[in-house]
């Protein structure tokens, strides 16, 4: 397991290679989304990266593969979530906004990240939607 979480623009962000590092890094991070929801992105060794939604209760991901080039992955949330309003992350500098289809609980998104980083894979836990 290697990857390297990164949440602000003035910091390269920490390389996770063991399960403590693993508990840690996300921990920190969250901890800052305390402050401002902020995004995170997680780079696996393989370069593949995904971003996670941190700082409220529901979250988002999106995924990016290591070509750059499509396809590209989306969270999509339960049928409750479809009609509600855009969610905002603070993402290296700047406010995004993304699509209330594609929230899902914080919990779910951590658990995701966490997954991505262990197995460099999508969690078959969350319902994924070509973007």
Request: hydrophobic letters at 40%.
């Amino acid at each position: 397991m290697r990857a390297r979480i990164a949440w602000r623009s003035d910091d390269p962000g920490m390389v996770v290679t063991c399960d403590e590092e693993l508990r840690w890094a996300p921990a920190e991070a969250e901890g800052d989304a305390g402050r401002r929801p902020l995004i995170a992105e997680v780079v696996h060794e393989n370069g593949d990266s995904l971003l996670v939604g941190l700082g409220r209760e529901i979250s988002v991901l999106s995924y990016v593969g290591a070509s750059k080039n499509p396809p590209y992955f989306s969270s999509r949330g339960s049928s409750r979530s479809q009609d509600g309003e855009a969610v905002v992350f603070f993402y290296f500098g700047h406010w995004s906004e993304f699509p209330a289809s594609a929230t899902v609980s914080a919990e779910e998104a951590v658990e995701a990240a966490r997954f991505f980083i262990e197995c460099g894979e999508l969690s078959p836990r969350v319902d994924w939607v070509e973007v």
